[in-house]
C-alpha cells in the first residue's frame, strides 16, 4: 500500500460493461469503491457502458464513460472501443509516474504501447480465458 499511496495518480480502467451486474464489473466497482473511502487520494476511472445508460451501483470514485448503450451493430461497438484505446493511449502518454490498474483481459493495443512509453507502475487483473470472459 504504501507504493499506491506515495503516487499522485490512479488510473482505474476496464473495458468491460459496468452497467450490469456481473463478476468483472462487481468487482471493478465495488474496488475501487472500498479504495476511495479508505483513502483520501483520487482516482481516474475509464468503463464502458453497453447495456444501460448508468452503472448497475453507485459510484463513488471519478469515472468517464464510453456509453455505446444498446448497439446492436457489433463493428460499431469495436470501432467505439478503439476510440477509447485511442484516448487513453493519449492520456497515457501525457501522464508520468502514475498507476494504472486494469481489468479485464481484453484491452486495447494502444494502451499497452503507451505503458511501454512511460515509468507507470501496472497492475492487470485479468479474468479466465472463457468466452463470458
Do not use: C
Not at 459496468?18 to 475501487?32: K, M, N
Not at 447495456?51 to 448497439?71: A, H, M, Q
Not at 512511460?118 to 468466452?131: C, D, S, T
Amino acid at each position: 500500500m504504501n507504493k499506491i499511496s506515495s503516487r499522485k495518480n490512479i488510473y482505474a480502467i476496464t473495458f468491460v460493461d459496468i452497467s450490469y451486474s456481473w463478476g468483472p464489473a462487481i468487482h471493478f466497482v465495488e474496488l475501487w469503491n472500498e479504495y476511495i473511502s479508505l483513502n483520501d487520494k483520487s482516482v481516474k476511472g475509464y468503463a464502458v457502458l453497453e447495456r444501460n445508460n448508468v452503472p448497475y451501483t453507485d459510484v463513488n470514485f471519478g469515472i468517464n464513460y464510453l456509453n455505446i448503450n444498446n448497439n446492436k451493430n457489433i463493428l460499431k461497438r469495436r470501432i467505439a472501443k478503439i476510440i477509447l484505446d485511442l484516448f487513453l493511449f493519449s492520456k497515457l502518454l501525457i501522464v508520468r509516474q502514475s498507476i494504472v490498474y486494469i481489468r479485464q483481459s481484453k484491452f486495447g493495443i494502444f494502451l499497452l504501447i503507451s505503458l511501454f512509453l512511460r515509468k507507470h507502475n501496472v497492475y492487470i487483473e485479468m479474468n479466465g480465458l472463457a468466452k463470458e470472459d
